[in-house]
């Protein structure tokens, strides 16, 4: 199927997981939609993020005829995903259950925890899928808003951004987590420093890459790889293109020449 995929963020926090799709699928086209006239999604109610998430898919699959959504934003996926996928019948990835899948493959998954924006660690769902999954772990759940505009800001190796974790983390200061879940698509550019503070036996799961590897698995096993043709990565934006580029290279990793201003 030619068809691109559709990858949707309130924002360039997505473009983590775009990264980590396209290195998994280099055949594939990408369009990436970044809501950036409306973010961020963290601290808004479940209506609206529903509501937002339902506006951004009707102009993917009206407008591009997307074959897959992916919801690259962990408060989307926290809360409107299941509205996503009652609404459309291509299928729909989130972040939630692609990092719970993993957690739950580890051999040590005594002491979980959790970081995210406010409203994913208030909506609960990582707990509940956690608890579903591996229902002997003890989960530990923080919100960690300042990290989004340190990330943003490229600050991962200055010395506030040590400061804040090291606050945030607080919690794990004395007894580390087998497992951290990196909740918010931000948090990968600050990986290093999140794992110098926790130590090396805390396995960091990074909803991108776990998240393309669902991806890879339905698009091989649905018959929905693409074959042939040159793929292609499309950015658009609802607002201001040229600060979503700027910023978001240090996200995606690469250039991208071209961003596109879209109305929803």
């Known amino acids: 199927m030619e068809q691109p995929i559709g990858v949707f963020d309130s924002g360039v926090g997505g473009l983590t997981v ?16 970044g809501d950036t006239a409306r973010v961020p999604y963290g601290t808004k109610s479940r209506e609206t993020v529903t509501r937002y998430s339902i506006e951004v898919a009707n102009h993917l699959i009206t407008r591009h005829d997307i074959k897959m959504l992916v919801v690259a934003c962990n408060t989307a996926s926290s809360l409107a995903l299941p509205a996503l996928r009652k609404i459309y019948k ?28 406010a409203g994913t660690i208030r909506s609960g769902a990582y707990e509940q899928a956690l608890r579903q999954a591996v229902p002997k772990a003890r989960v530990t759940a923080r919100a960690c808003p300042l990290l989004v505009s340190l990330a943003e800001e490229g600050w991962a190796e200055k010395p506030v951004t040590r400061a804040v974790i090291a606050e945030y983390l607080s919690t794990f200061r004395e ?7 990196l909740g918010c698509t931000h948090y990968p550019v600050l990986k290093k420093p999140i794992a110098e503070f926790l130590g090396d036996r805390t396995v960091l799961i990074d909803s991108g890459e ?21 793929p292609e990565i499309r950015f ?10 700027r ?7 690469r250039r991208m020449d071209s961003v596109e201003r879209v109305t929803l």
């Open 236 to 245: 658009v934006v609802t607002d201001d293109p040229e600060h979503f580029a």
């Open 90 to 117: 291509i299928p729909v990835v989130g972040m939630v259950d692609p990092c719970v899948r993993r957690v739950a493959s580890l051999a040590k998954k005594e002491t979980i925890g959790v970081i995210g924006t």
């Open 210 to 230: 776990e998240a393309a590897r669902v991806v890879d698995t339905l698009v091989s096993e649905s018959g929905m790889k693409r074959g042939g043709c040159a």
């Open 175 to 181: 007894a580390p987590p087998d497992a951290l879940i």
């Open 247 to 253: 910023v978001g290279e240090m996200f995606f990793g």
């Open 18 to 33: 775009l990264r980590e799709l396209a290195r998994v699928l280099p055949g594939e086209g990408f369009l990436y939609l």
